[in-house]
């Protein structure tokens, strides 16, 4: 079973969800535990963008998992988008094994 979450309904070029500046940071709360396997990440290629550039493609990316809580963070991932690749790059996470029902490093 695949989920994909988007952050906005409207995905077309050029209504996207920018930050200022050079980095960001986004904060998504599910509405129930789930066991993430991979992080696919998406932009628009130069060839559909309005301005004919991608400047604004995320580029170094790092994925935390937080508790219950909100108390304690784990980071999942790191992975640099490539915009010289496809506009759709999926990456793994390193599966890691759990101890009594909880994610390593959780209370």
Request: net charge neutral; aromatic share 6%; proline share 9%.
């Amino acid at each position: 079973i695949a989920l994909t979450f988007h952050l906005q309904p409207d995905v077309s070029p050029g209504n996207c969800w920018s930050f200022p500046g050079h980095q960001g940071q986004v904060v998504i709360r599910l509405p129930a535990r789930v066991h993430l396997t991979a992080i696919t990440v998406q932009h628009i290629s130069k060839e559909v963008s309005p301005s004919g550039t991608i400047t604004s493609a995320p580029r170094d990316i790092a994925v935390f998992g937080v508790d219950a809580d909100g108390a304690e963070e784990t980071l999942l991932v790191t992975f640099m988008y490539d915009v010289a690749k496809e506009p759709i790059q999926t990456f793994p996470l390193k599966v890691r094994p759990m101890h009594g029902g909880k994610m390593p490093g959780s209370k």
